[in-house]
């Protein structure tokens, strides 16, 4: 399994700021995932992020608006930018297991946000 | 793409009570199917997880069946216990990437 830390858990926001998300795993994966899950709903996911390239956006999802950093094999960044209230929200970053477990993923305790 | 039913929303049971939550999928080609629990506050856990190849798995009083005839798996809970209660979520493998359901929300009574 891999032990994934997110930062911040939880915080409030303004309307029209931006705001940076961090992922720490503990060993070093290839690809790493962000979802979004908005109030009482699903998991949504929101793109992935391979080292040394571009993010990979899902349908909906832009980097304009949510832009991603992936500098090594341990750590990502997931900005959300010029927030609304529609982006309050939880993110979460997931990962998935070593050698032998495609598809199994791991996440984060999920990062928090609303804004007002 | 993947779209993926679960059923039901809610579920409340007596705490000794056997819970069960099913999923459909649309595409036949998927062929990982996990289940996941969220706590209130954390993210999901992966509980339990069946593939393709194999009909039923079980986890002590966790367990898996999986028709994919009929394009349809279910997560089975016997025994419940008041620490069951959570959200769950089923999983399906679309290309690349999981698809999750809309999530049922377990409530187990002492």
């Known amino acids: 399994s891999a032990v994934i830390s997110q930062k911040p858990s939880r915080d409030i926001c303004q309307r029209g700021t931006s705001l940076t998300i961090q992922c720490q795993v503990d060993s070093q994966v290839t690809m790493m995932f962000w979802y979004r899950q908005q109030p009482g709903q699903s998991l949504t996911l929101i793109a992935t992020a391979n080292q040394g390239s571009e993010a990979t956006y899902e349908s909906g999802f832009v980097i304009d608006k949510f832009p991603i950093s992936r500098p090594n094999l341990t750590f990502s960044t997931l900005t959300v930018s010029n927030m609304s209230p529609e982006d309050s929200s939880i993110y979460l970053c997931?990962?998935?297991?070593?050698?032998?477990?495609?598809?199994?993923?791991?996440f984060g305790e999920g990062s928090r946000l609303t804004v007002l | 793409g993947e779209n993926v039913e679960q059923h039901p929303s809610t579920l409340s049971v007596q705490e000794g009570d056997s819970a069960v939550i099913k999923c459909t999928y649309s595409?036949?080609?998927?062929?990982?199917f996990p289940w996941y629990k969220q706590e209130l506050g954390k993210g999901p856990q992966l509980i339990i997880d069946i593939r393709s190849n194999v009909g039923e798995k079980k986890d002590q009083r966790i367990a898996v069946t999986l028709n994919k005839t009929a394009k349809h798996f279910s997560l089975h809970i016997t025994e419940t216990q008041p620490e069951d209660s959570a959200v769950y979520f089923c999983a399906v493998t679309g290309f690349q990437k999981l698809v999750f359901g809309t999530g049922t929300r377990l409530l187990v009574s002492p």
């Open positions: 997931s990962v998935e297991g070593g050698q032998g477990t495609t598809g199994e993923l791991f």
């Open positions: 595409d036949s080609a998927s062929n990982y």
